[in-house]
């Protein structure tokens, strides 16, 4: 039934299937969010490959998540028998990376230069801002690093941007010097990864003629979010008899603080002389309710494009809105909901969280844990954004690239090995000024640092020397060993949990190197991607590709893999996804819309975007909450509730009654947690006994306040096993989350 691609067409409605079908030619469909531009987008993919229209190699297409990727193979994997792996999907950044690392020789990069995270590059910045002796107060690293990705994204190198004033001047110095250090070091920055293809190809007639002729169609998805330089980098690619088609919807454009232009889309048209524009008005995913507050509130905005968009869903659950006195109480109600949406039959991952900034995911986060509701956060503090993790994450880098001197400096006195603030200044004083990395540069350290430095630089030699042939968990393994780093959080009074992550570590590695498909481009390049010029690209070590991963997809793994969990992320983060309920928190003026925006009405359209975009990811279920105060960076606020909530239908809505304070203390006697997620450290209930009787065994309840001799005051947060079995979690205020023998502790309950 695949042959010709027929059987995929049945379900399309007359306008996709139109879109789906149209000549190889380039074209625009914007549409409205929910009304299958995604599903269009891989159809015509699979449709275009059935006819044999062209080959698995001649398509390229850009998704804007790598979730978003993932999901796109995945569904090309079950239309067609197909090894969607070799194809090329994904990201602006990934797949400029996959093409960087083919052709690192020609982009003037070292064979195995490895990428910076937004972290590592603040801090790069901060050397470098550091060494040219300039005060950090009048230019922070922060604002630095934000200029520098600006002026990479609209393809500027420190030469081609405009000096106005003696400040710019400076800016520029500093975008001059960052460019050096890191070519030192070997390293590249996100932004980076783009503009050195685009001018890679620029300047390389042969190389760009060739990925012109290759890449026949090339598709991309949220168009509406992408930036001048992804624009001129697909010009770039487009040949003669390349068919480019481009999906979006201008009400979900949320990226213009980082360079995304609506415009491109107007350029579009007529640049790549489209002749073909397609609307879709027919909205898949939610249901009348959830569909009328999202239409009735952009109404409100003035710049659009004008799009219909309607259901034959029926009308469904009206959306609930809930005002809560905190923002503790307004996290325990979502947890409620969680939970009783999850009893009625709703997988965890069928539902989403939504905040407009990451600070808001930490009450969250602990009312979650305090159930041991598994979850997951997209963004934001993230596993591998963690203090130990990038420690350890530094020392395999170095195993890689020992010339890559943020690395170097994170870890060359951690754990502490007697290596004095003197002499790594020494060491940098002295790689300035010849020009090297600090690696090359101990010989010429003296004095008493000398001997530490020397010893630190051995053991990353006999550790290089002894993962030779390692796989890459035994690798992890052993530079968690060998490094200090295990022990040293071991001996830490507080350091279980980081022990816990490092050990993480190695099963992230593990899974990386056996789960299908992960990493696997970086890792082997097909044989049909010989480049004219027969460069091939180093075939990289897993520990490489690891390593990419690390950086390009953080924080996939909070739930252990495979497990049910409630996710969470920002509604920026949520772009292009769909879940069947979904809560949207935090609706206070100032907080959402930004306070950044309230008196600036361009900006406010755009928050109201990012609303559009949040309402539209619910197909059954959407939930709005807002608190009356709410502690945040430290202070507590006392907020009103959205204007955006004005904003909607009121006959869409259903206000939920808000309960007295006092009933707030009491968590709801739950299941208890069959495993946690790795904030309690691993899976801890014994499958086979019987948590849900547990839940308030012997007297004891979840949630319940106590006292024990040694550990002071805490709260109960499990309960499992039965008679002499039977144990107790409980989280001490200040000796954390502890397991008891229940008919061993001494607890007193708390009134
Ligand atoms: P967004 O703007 O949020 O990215 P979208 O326009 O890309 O949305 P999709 O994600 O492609 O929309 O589709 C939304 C939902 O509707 C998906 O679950 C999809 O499978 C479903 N859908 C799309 N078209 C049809 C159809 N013709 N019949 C049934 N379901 C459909
Ligand atoms: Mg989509």
Redesign the pocket.
């Known amino acids: 039934p695949l042959r010709d691609g027929s059987a995929l067409l049945r ?3 007359p306008e ?1 299937l139109a879109a789906v079908t149209l000549p190889d030619e380039s074209a625009l469909i914007l ?10 987008l891989t159809t015509r993919i699979a449709w275009l490959l059935a006819q044999g229209r062209v080959s698995p190699a001649g398509v390229m297409a850009v998704t804007f998540t790598n979730k978003a990727a993932k999901e796109m193979m995945t569904r090309l994997g079950a239309m067609l028998p197909l090894n969607v792996r070799s194809m090329w999907i994904g990201t602006f950044h990934g797949l400029c990376h996959r093409f960087l690392r083919m052709h690192w020789k020609a982009a003037g990069l070292p064979a195995a230069f490895q990428i910076m995270d937004s972290g590592d590059t603040q801090s790069a910045v901060k050397r470098v801002i550091k060494s040219l002796g300039l005060d950090e107060e009048r230019f922070p690293a922060r604002q630095q690093s934000w200029f520098i990705a600006h002026c990479k994204e609209d393809g500027q190198r420190p030469g081609d941007v405009e000096v106005r004033d003696a400040h710019a001047q400076t800016q520029v110095r500093i975008y001059q010097a960052y460019e050096e250090q890191c070519e030192r070091e070997g390293v590249v920055d996100f932004a980076e990864l783009l503009l050195r293809t685009y001018e890679l190809l620029a300047r390389d007639e042969a190389l760009r003629e060739h990925y012109r002729n290759r890449f026949r169609h090339i598709l991309v ?2 168009f509406q979010d992408t930036n001048r330089l992804q624009y001129l980098w697909l010009k770039m690619l487009t040949g003669p008899r390349t068919a480019v088609l481009a ?1 979006g ?1 201008d009400d ?1 454009s949320i990226y213009a603080f980082r360079g995304a232009r609506v415009d491109n889309m107007q350029d579009f048209l007529h640049e790549f002389q489209v002749r073909h524009q397609i609307k ?1 008005e027919r909205n ?2 939610s249901s009348g309710h959830i569909l009328d507050a999202a239409n009735h509130l952009i109404s409100h905005n003035t710049q659009r494009l004008g799009k219909e968009l309607r259901t034959d869903a029926g009308a469904g659950e009206p959306v609930r809105v809930r005002e809560c006195p905190g923002d503790q109480d307004e996290a325990r109600w979502i947890v409620e909901e969680l939970q009783q949406l999850h009893r009625a039959g709703t997988p965890r991952h069928e539902t989403a969280i939504l905040y407009r900034s990451n600070a808001q995911s930490r009450v969250i986060e602990s009312a979650l844990f305090n159930v041991g509701m598994p979850y997951r956060v997209h963004g934001g503090l993230r596993f591998f954004e963690r203090a130990e993790i990038k420690h350890a994450l530094a020392y395999l880098r170095l195993l890689e690239n020992a010339e890559d001197d943020t690395s170097y400096l994170r870890v060359v006195n951690f754990p502490t090995r007697g290596i004095g603030a003197r002499t790594v200044e020494q060491l940098q004083d002295v790689a300035r000024q010849s020009g090297r990395s600090l690696w090359q540069s101990v010989g010429a350290v003296v004095g008493r640092g000398a001997a530490p430095l020397q010893a630190f630089h051995r053991l990353l030699d006999e550790l290089r020397r002894d993962t030779r042939n390692l796989c890459l968990s035994d690798i992890v393994r052993l530079v968690l060993e060998r490094s200090g780093l295990q022990d040293h959080y071991r001996s830490e009074r507080d350091g279980a949990d980081r022990v816990e992550n490092l050990e993480e570590l190695i099963n992230a590695a593990e899974a990386f190197v056996t789960q299908e498909g992960f990493g696997r481009d970086a890792v082997a390049l097909p044989v049909d991607e010989l480049a004219p010029d027969g460069e091939t690209g180093e075939i990289v070590s897993p520990l490489a590709a690891f390593l990419t991963h690390a950086s390009l997809e953080a924080g996939e793994h909070q739930a252990q893999a495979g497990q049910d969990a409630v996710q969470l992320m920002t509604v920026h983060a949520a ?2 996804l ?1 879940f069947d309920a979904v809560f949207l928190t935090g609706l206070e003026e100032g907080l959402f819309p930004h306070e950044s925006a309230q008196s600036d009405p361009k900006a406010l359209e755009e928050e109201r975007r990012l609303m559009y ?1 949040a309402i ?2 619910a197909r059954q279920r959407l939930y709005l909450s807002f608190s009356q105060t709410r502690l945040l960076h430290g202070q507590t606020r006392y907020n009103m509730a959205s204007r955006f909530i004005e904003e909607l239908p009121p006959e869409s809505l259903k206000w939920l009654a808000t309960r007295p304070a006092v009933a707030h203390w009491s968590v709801p006697p739950v299941a208890a947690p069959r495993s946690f997620t790795r904030h309690a450290g691993r899976a801890t209930a014994s499958g086979g006994a019987e948590p849900v009787a547990a839940a308030s065994a012997g007297g004891w309840r979840v949630g319940q306040g106590v006292f024990h001799n040694k550990f002071g005051e805490g709260v109960v947060l499990t309960l499992e096993g039965r008679g002499n079995d039977a144990r107790i979690q409980v989280r001490f205020g200040r000796h954390g989350v502890k397991w008891l023998a229940l008919g061993v502790a001494k607890l007193t309950p708390l009134p």
């Open positions: 379900a399309l409605n996709q549409a409205g969010a929910g009304s299958g531009k995604t599903r269009v998805d949220e999906v919807d979900q879709l898949y995913r772009k292009g769909e975009v539209t990811r």
